[in-house]
């Protein structure tokens, strides 16, 4: 089945560059997302990418999207201690009428100052 | 802006209680979801709504039911709560139309069943 999959954990010192890495099964995906999620709160949408890119870029943001090997990343660029969160890749799943996000389980970032 | 908001952030309710969480949104949008976040487990979708009192089931609705008598309400209803429905239960909501897939949450409602 469906399957999005991300590393767990990821270090980094503040003003450095931070690359979290997702790979995805479902290659009729149309939008594949990036969801940010601060300490006791809510998800947030940070960015998304359609299908038919190969990247989107948004102020600190990078999305690079490699169909062919179903990779997705997000570079955060100056990574600052607020960026400390952990950060969710989706992709959308179509099964019949029915569409849905497909989850990965979130790799948690922490900036070390 | 979108805004989704959720009736509680926190909650503490005994073994066997009746929970309503609620849920509500502001944009209009047709399509809503449940979802229950644990450690390790990620988000798992609980029960999703596509209209007005129509429901879907989800990855693991046992336990579990929901309600959406009118568009901008969706309630997930816990009969008889059990300390595994501990967790962090968020809800999101989504516009309709075919291309329309981001879903917007809300700031989540952390349940513990004692």
């Known amino acids: 089945g469906e399957d999005v999959e991300q590393s767990l954990f990821l270090s980094v010192r503040e003003g450095d560059s931070s690359v979290i890495n997702c790979t995805y099964t479902?290659?009729?995906?149309?939008?594949l997302y990036w969801y940010k999620q601060e300490p006791g709160a809510g998800l947030q949408l940070l960015t998304y990418?359609?299908?038919n890119m190969d990247m989107k870029q948004d102020q600190r943001l990078t999305v690079l999207l490699n169909k062919k090997d179903k990779h997705l990343s997000l570079r955060i660029a100056d990574t600052q201690t607020g960026d400390s969160a952990i950060y969710f890749c989706?992709?959308?799943?179509?099964?019949?009428?029915?569409?849905?996000?497909?989850w990965g389980l979130g790799t948690s970032l922490a900036v070390n100052p | 802006d979108v805004k989704v908001t959720q009736s509680s952030r926190y909650l503490v309710k005994r073994t066997g209680e009746k929970v309503f969480l609620e849920c509500v949104q502001d944009?209009?949008?047709?399509?809503m979801f449940w979802y229950r976040q644990d450690p390790g487990l990620g988000l798992r979708l609980i029960y999703f709504?596509?209209?007005?009192?129509?429901?879907e089931k989800g990855d693991i609705p046992e336990g579990y039911s929901v309600s959406r008598e009118k568009k901008e309400r969706f309630s997930l209803i816990l009969e008889s709560a059990s300390t595994n429905q501990t967790s962090m239960y968020l809800c999101?909501?989504?516009?309709?139309?075919?291309?329309?897939?981001?879903?917007?949450f809300g700031p989540g409602t952390r349940l513990l069943v004692l």
């Open positions: 999101a909501s989504r516009a309709g139309g075919w291309y329309q897939e981001t879903q917007y």
């Open positions: 944009m209009d949008h047709e399509n």
């Open positions: 709504s596509y209209d007005v009192k129509m429901k």
């Open positions: 479902d290659s009729s995906s149309t939008y």
């Open positions: 990418i359609f299908s």
């Open positions: 989706a992709e959308t799943s179509y099964a019949g009428n029915n569409r849905k996000l497909i």
